[in-house]
């Protein structure tokens, strides 16, 4: 199995960026494709981003576009979430998940570890 912790999260006001860090350990990381889920309070846990194994695809949720950018160091077993104009509405506690899956998949259904989550709060 694999461990992810995230790291990152905090205030930051609207407009703002943050980077978001999930550092991998246990086994090969370059066996899993890795996507970050967000959940606000009250709301139900959807994608944000995922990148596939290699780096060298990505797929992003249409609020996101044009404002977030995933990559991954696979010699690091890491994968960041650049996150720039952040809106109010970004707000949530931001998961990052490990799938096993071929390709990149927006499902959470497809994605066997999670780690615990970071907080994200963008005031106005």
């Known amino acids: 199995q694999v461990q992810l912790v995230e790291s990152g999260g905090g205030l930051v006001q609207a407009g703002g960026s943050l980077r978001l860090s999930c550092a991998a350990s246990?086994?090969?990381?370059?066996?899993?494709?890795i996507g970050w889920f967000r959940q606000a309070p009250g709301e139900e846990r959807e994608f944000v981003a995922a990148i596939n194994r290699s780096g060298g695809g990505t797929l992003y949720a249409d609020p996101v576009k044009g404002r977030f950018t995933i990559s991954r160091d696979n010699a690091m077993k890491t994968v960041y979430l650049q996150m720039n104009s952040l809106k109010t509405e970004d707000t949530a506690v931001y998961y990052c998940?490990?799938?096993?899956?071929?390709?990149?998949?927006?499902?959470?259904?497809?994605?066997?570890?999670w780690g615990q989550g970071t907080r994200v709060t963008v005031s106005s």
């Open positions: 246990g086994r090969t990381f370059t066996d899993y494709a």
């Open positions: 998940a490990a799938s096993g899956q071929i390709g990149i998949r927006p499902y959470a259904r497809d994605y066997f570890y």
